[in-house]
């Protein structure tokens, strides 16, 4: 098999060149396609064939007459399953900012050398990571129109904790019918991840911080050497911008704790879990839950009398929420906004109920058999264990109803041994880039893509 990776630059692109390396030596062929012109370049020493995404959009242009711009958008926009070429580089925070023309030809750009760079490289299998960029959105859209099966990584909170995922970030994790009977040591395999996950009772990520240490000096340094040699074109290597957004969230972080309430042990709660705002999924595939505000305002006014709802901020998020939001999730009288570090299994302990958009904690609920509202269509949804809104309309209903739901303990163990079963071993860069990962994930990538192919080619017969 014959592996295609795409990445952005630095420590996700030297990680992903371990695991082609040991994809390599299991006897695959493997491409990567680096938007770094240097993360390219330190690849190939390593006996790996590397490509710079940016090289690739020059050379296209200086051998090909200019197209009509809007012939390529039509083009593009017919052949690819979009409704319109903004769908394409809107979520991409390079374009916040630039002219509508400008980002339409970086995306056109985009298309046509990737359209070529797959044809020379004819992959069997594409690995895109998870993103907004540009890159990954474009190869993902290649690979769907050219039957070439995409392979999506996405943490989870169980033993093996890697859900591979094939075309798409949008769909259960298992089928309603693997959801079965369990022998007796199967049983016995979720109750012993059950008391181990709740008895550790950590955060499957850990908390955002910025300490000041030699280390991330050197590395900011780097990034500035980086910058002013041959990756000044780089667009997501801004060496100084994350200095400055670094400094903005530190002094921000700060100034949020006024903002954070103490529980009220006396009144019963709702526990909503915040999203990170510029996640993926909530920008590119739920982009109607964006406005988080909106709906922690919605449920609060659909409690009844004497409940709150509680609020905490995603591990991630510290420090990256604006004030105005802060305050904004705040204007509610029964809503609490907590510290984020507060523990988030001592509210889910505590807690009536908890509603969600996507967030795990829904499915940490469930290891506590609590009550779970989801309002994102998370890959746990649709079993009967959670209670689960189609439109916001319904919210006014709902929230009350979520008060009254109890979830089916037998049915809560059935699905999460079926979703350990579908979970493999790894995790993706920003959870572990160590090689003992890349060597895991790799395993799991082979086996994965092994399945996928056999699956297109039954589809096919």
Request: proline letters at 7%; aromatic letters at 8%.
């Amino acid at each position: 098999m014959r592996f295609l990776f795409t990445t952005l630059q630095t420590y996700e692109s030297e990680f992903y060149g371990s695991v082609g390396a040991e994809l390599e030596r299991r006897g695959h062929e493997t491409a990567h396609i680096s938007v770094s012109r240097e993360a390219a370049r330190l690849l190939r020493p390593r006996g790996l064939e590397a490509r710079c995404l940016l090289d690739a959009m020059n050379e296209f242009d200086a051998m090909n007459e200019p197209d009509d711009l809007d012939a390529e958008v039509r083009r593009i926009e017919s052949s690819y399953p979009i409704p319109h070429i903004r769908e394409v580089y809107y979520a991409d925070r390079v374009v916040a900012g630039r002219p509508e023309e400008w980002a339409i030809r970086r995306t056109v750009r985009h298309f046509r050398a990737l359209e070529r760079l797959l044809d020379e490289l004819r992959p069997d299998v594409l690995v895109p990571e998870v993103g907004n960029e540009t890159i990954r959105v474009v190869t993902h859209l290649i690979g769907l129109r050219r039957r070439i099966p995409v392979l999506f990584l996405l943490y989870t909170i169980f033993p093996n904790p890697l859900r591979l995922s094939v075309d798409t970030l949008h769909a259960p994790i298992v089928e309603p019918d693997e959801v079965r009977d369990l022998t007796a040591a199967e049983r016995e395999d979720v109750e012993a991840f059950r008391r181990s996950f709740t008895e550790r009772a950590k955060p499957i990520r850990e908390y955002r911080r910025w300490p000041v240490e030699w280390r991330r000096a050197k590395l900011f340094a780097e990034h500035v050497r980086r910058k002013r040699g041959e990756d000044a074109d780089n667009e997501y290597l801004e060496p100084w911008r994350l200095l400055g957004t670094n400094v903005a969230e530190t002094v921000r972080a700060r100034a949020a704790r006024p903002f954070y309430d103490e529980l009220d042990g006396t009144r019963p709660f709702i526990y909503f879990p915040l999203h990170v705002t510029d996640d993926y999924k909530i920008r590119k595939v739920i982009p109607h839950t964006e406005d988080q505000a909106s709906l922690v305002e919605q449920v609060a006014d659909a409690l009844p009398p004497g409940y709150d709802l509680v609020l905490k901020e995603h591990p991630m998020s510290v420090g990256r929420n604006s004030l105005a939001l802060l305050r904004r999730l705040r204007t509610r009288a029964n809503v609490r906004l907590v510290a984020p570090h507060t523990s988030s299994h001592e509210l889910i302990r505590k807690a009536e109920a908890i509603a969600v958009i996507s967030s795990t904690v829904g499915l940490e609920a469930l290891l506590y058999e609590k009550p779970v509202l989801t309002l994102g269509q998370p890959f746990y949804s649709g079993y009967g264990i959670t209670l689960d809104v189609d439109s916001f309309r319904e919210l006014r209903a709902k929230v009350p109803e979520l008060l009254r739901f109890r979830p089916d303990p037998e049915t809560i163990v059935r699905f999460l041994h079926a979703a350990m079963r579908r979970c493999v071993p790894g995790a993706p860069v920003l959870v572990d880039r160590s090689e003992e990962n890349a060597v895991r994930l790799a395993g799991s990538l082979e086996q994965a893509a092994r399945a996928a192919l056999a699956e297109r080619e039954i589809m096919t017969a």
